[in-house]
């Protein structure tokens, strides 16, 4: 469900699990906020990095690229934390007008 990029990055972090649980949760934000969860969509295909400053980045590839093309959706803002107990993960996407 990660692409060898997040691993790469997490694998860099002390808190792996917990890094991992927090992108975890904003691929699942990514399809609920799509509104759509049966476009059969391979978590892999959404893909979160970071930028140069550190902040969190939406990267869609395959399946879920084309659903968010077809639907106009091509501004995506990705919010994550966690603790060692717990990760969240928040999307906010709309269309440009």
């Known amino acids: 469900?990660?692409?060898?990029?997040?691993?790469?990055?997490?694998?860099?972090?002390?808190?792996?699990?917990?890094?991992?649980?927090?992108?975890?949760?904003?691929?699942?934000?990514?399809?609920?906020?799509?509104?759509?969860?049966?476009?059969?969509?391979?978590?892999k295909n959404i893909e979160i990095l970071n930028d140069s400053k550190g902040k969190p980045e939406i990267i869609l590839h395959g399946e879920v690229k084309e659903f968010a093309c077809k639907n106009q959706l091509d501004n995506i803002i990705v919010s994550m934390s966690h603790t060692s107990d717990y990760a969240v993960g928040n999307v906010v996407l709309w269309k440009n007008s």
């Open 1 to 43: 469900m990660f692409t060898q990029r997040e691993l790469d990055y997490a694998n860099t972090k002390k808190f792996l699990y917990e890094t991992l649980a927090a992108r975890f949760a904003c691929k699942e934000s990514v399809l609920k906020a799509f509104g759509d969860t049966r476009i059969g969509a391979q978590l």
